[in-house]
């Protein structure tokens, strides 16, 4: 456990659920005409895929992006470096730019020795290789603010000069110079999504990676909330057309006229982590409920260190004990709030019901679609490990307490 977060959610594991839920906020539960729970409210094809990496051209195939099978895996017949799963996506192929790139030996490892810089590379080539129409649709896009620049990062200028040098200039398209690089660039840092690596069980988020990048017209329209009202999934490894569509449902019901947002990153970070983030990639500070409320706590509460005990599991287990063996655990969780200790924590319910329980995983729980006769579906699915939980399972019980949002 790391964070008061982390507390309420292992509390869950150990059966205090109801409680929790009573520390929920009691906001007025408002009649829903706007958007059922599960709703799809979006599903849209990528405008520009592209893989997060070099090591992601041996692992994922160059058109579709599912996992490829080594005996099935077929390579690029020019860069001879990417590789496609079936005769279909060796068809589609791959970014011209990217592949022209790639034909020319090591010179885009050479180029890109880090992670971070690949990234970006990958992006650019791609980027350019699309069609005007779409590249248009990327510049249409809300911008973020460029980074400081971090050591062992390359500049926008100095990522212009890469792909000069990788991409035949014939194959440039018209326009291409440092201005329209850097542009292409801030489209991408904030409006990019992950499609991750295949989650397994027990692994940590922290190591999962992605395996491309993808750059969605429609979906990059939505704003972030710490304390998001939908979620997105993806299903890279699915079979049949579509499988890098992004997918937006909704958390819960959602009244008309009330924004729908998404958060940007897992919900578990921390008040100083989310904040930092929000800042440096996408340029605003969050005031988002839960960010007012976590503001105002004690640096050992959750922002940001351990409170300069270093141990903060510890601490955490010890309070939990005490309320055990104070009252037997139920109720302990009301009576911390009566304390004062945790009555500062009124999003409780929300990561109790909407934050995955698998081990490592801290994905988001979004209910299953609801039927075609619009019965809500008593399903959550996991938009990181997949998992699929059924609301009675320790979920607390959404009409006892008030909802988030
Ligand atoms: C993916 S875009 C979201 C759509 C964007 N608002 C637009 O109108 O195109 C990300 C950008 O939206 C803005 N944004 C998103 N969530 C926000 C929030 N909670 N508060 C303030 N600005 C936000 C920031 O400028 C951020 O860089």
Request: charged share 25%; aromatic share 8%.
């Amino acid at each position: 456990m790391h964070n008061k977060i982390d507390f309420f959610t292992e509390l869950i594991r150990k059966g205090l659920g109801k409680c929790v839920a009573k520390l929920a906020v009691t906001a007025p539960l408002v009649d829903c005409v706007g958007v059922s729970k599960g709703e799809v409210l979006l599903s849209e094809s990528p405008i520009l895929l592209y893989p997060a990496t070099l090591a992601s051209l041996t692992s994922y195939c160059s058109a579709c992006f599912r996992s490829l099978s080594p005996n099935v895996a077929a390579p690029c017949h020019s860069c001879r470096a990417a590789a496609f799963c079936s005769p279909a996506c060796a068809a589609a192929s791959h970014p011209r730019l990217l592949c022209a790139a790639l034909c020319n030996g090591g010179a885009l490892a050479a180029a890109a020795p880090i992670e971070s810089i690949q990234e970006s590379l990958l992006f650019l080539l791609s980027a350019y290789s699309l069609p005007e129409p779409s590249i248009h649709a990327i510049l249409s896009l809300s911008s973020a603010p460029a980074p400081a620049p971090a050591p062992g990062t390359q500049d926008p200028a100095g990522l212009h000069a890469a792909v000069a040098a990788l991409a035949p200039p014939h194959m440039l398209p018209p326009g291409f110079s440092p201005d329209f690089t850097a542009a292409l660039l801030a489209k991408d840092r904030g409006n990019s999504f992950a499609i991750m690596e295949p989650y397994r069980p027990g692994m940590s988020l922290e190591l999962l990676k992605a395996r491309a990048y993808a750059v969605y017209h429609r979906a990059s329209l939505f704003n972030h909330d710490c304390l998001p009202n939908a979620c997105h999934f993806d299903y890279p490894d699915r079979p049949g057309p579509g499988n890098t569509d992004i997918v937006v449902r909704a958390l819960h019901d959602i009244p008309e006229g009330r924004e729908v947002c998404i958060s940007y990153f897992a919900a578990n970070w921390r008040y100083t982590d989310r904040q930092r983030r929000l800042l440096e990639d996408y340029g605003f500070p969050c005031e988002c409920d839960r960010c007012q409320v976590e503001s105002q706590w004690k640096d050992d509460d959750d922002n940001g260190d351990d409170g300069g005990n270093g141990n903060e599991d510890e601490a955490m287990e010890e309070e939990d004990g005490e309320e055990e063996g104070e009252d037997g655990g139920d109720d302990g969780m009301e009576e911390e709030g009566d304390k004062g200790g945790d009555d500062d924590f009124p999003h409780a319910y929300f990561f109790v019901r909407y934050l995955c329980d698998s081990e490592g995983c801290w994905g988001m729980l979004a209910p299953l679609p609801p039927s075609p006769n619009g019965e809500p579906s008593h399903v959550f699915e996991c938009n990181l490990c997949g998992k699929m939980r059924k609301e009675e399972d320790e979920m607390p019980d959404e009409g006892t307490s008030g909802m988030p949002h």
